[in-house]
Nanobody, 123 residues
Framework: VQLQASGGGLVQAGESLRLSCAAS????????MGWYRQAPGRQRELVAT???????NYADSVKGRFTISRDNAKKMWYLQMNSLKPEDTAVYYC??????????????????WGQGTLVTVSS
């Protein structure tokens, strides 16, 4: 299983960005899907997760500004980030608790991470 995150960039405070994460490989279930971030000198922290049924969970710092969504058929999930603040600057990682098949046909559970996409918010 591989996760590919995209959509980061440099924006000004108050602007928006949309991050995307795409899963590839022999995966048949990803639950939950999530986004984490890591700012310089800080530990990686949860931003948002979403379950198969569409139930979201957000960090307090992003509630009301960020929205997580998913497309199960495409094995993709998204993070719409509005009203961005300089303190949102970080590398954003997508994460998924995956179930997939090995080449031999056995089921593999994997906590998969994307490579990270940098979000920089200037004041």
């Amino acid at each position: 299983v591989q996760l590919q995150a995209s959509g980061g960039g440099l924006v000004q405070a108050g602007e928006s960005l949309r991050l995307s994460c795409a899963a590839s490989g022999r995966v048949f279930s990803i639950n939950p899907m999530g986004w984490y971030r890591q700012a310089p000198g800080r530990q990686r922290e949860l931003v948002a997760t979403i379950t198969n049924s569409g139930s979201p969970n957000y960090a307090d710092s992003v509630k009301g500004r960020f929205t997580i969504s998913r497309d199960n058929a495409k094995k993709m999930w998204y993070l719409q980030m509005n009203s961005l603040k300089p303190e949102d600057t970080a590398v954003y990682y997508c994460n998924g608790q995956t179930l997939g098949y090995s080449e031999e046909g056995s089921i593999i559970a994997l906590n998969a991470w994307g490579q990270g996409t940098l979000v920089t918010v200037s004041s």
